[in-house]
């Protein structure tokens, strides 16, 4: 058997690189399939980060006119800090794989803009419980992931934050609960027919 690390061997590889299919060598081939792959990476990632604007979000009416001006009430809007978290700091997952899972799940909920599930304030409104369950659920098994990249129990001052949420959150570590176990409604009204469990 001939040993893969001498020189002769890397001869015949890179000979064999050099050798062209029918027109063109191997060579030539991967150089131009590694740099057409850069460019469809590249396009790929500039349309799907295009996606996750703010702009993008709100194109649709139902966005628009019903849970944007929603959260345009709210601290995650605006605050004295100006960090402004926007929608897909809440919905979409920052780590790749999640993110593609949560993009396919969004291109499915297309089916509702296009039904017109929700095109009316009647209808969304008719709607809201399923919904925000349906995402309470999502942010539940995650363990409220996208709420923790802005917000973590260890970063957390008993010196700057006031005593009684301090103390409510790190019961709220112990027990081993999220965000969203007590923060539901803290970017959009919450529907009519929720009653809080703690009431």
Not at 154 to 180: F, N, R, V
Request: hydrophobic share 35%; with cysteine.
């Amino acid at each position: 058997m001939a040993n893969i690390d001498s020189p002769g061997a890397l001869r015949r590889f890179w000979t064999m690189l050099k050798r062209p299919s029918a027109k063109y060598s191997i060579l030539a081939l991967t150089s131009i399939s590694f740099i057409f792959g850069i460019l469809f990476w590249g396009a790929f990632n500039t349309g799907l980060e295009m996606t996750n604007t703010l702009e993008f979000c709100t194109t649709c009416h139902e966005m628009r006119d019903n849970v944007y001006q929603e959260y345009k009430e709210t601290i995650h809007y605006s605050n004295r800090t100006g960090v402004r978290a926007i929608c897909s700091d809440c919905h979409v997952p920052r780590d790749w794989t999640h993110k593609m899972i949560r993009k396919a799940q969004a291109s499915l909920e297309v089916w509702g803009k296009i039904t017109g599930v929700v095109d009316t304030k009647e209808k969304f409104e008719a709607n809201r419980m399923r919904l925000a369950t349906d995402e309470w659920a999502r942010m539940k098994a995650t363990g409220s992931r996208e709420c923790r990249n802005c917000h973590n129990f260890d970063a957390m001052s008993s010196e700057l934050q006031k005593q009684t949420p301090y103390k409510k959150h790190m019961k709220a570590k112990e027990e081993g609960k999220t965000c969203i176990d007590c923060h539901k409604g803290i970017a959009h009204h919450l529907p009519k027919e929720y009653v809080d469990p703690d009431e």
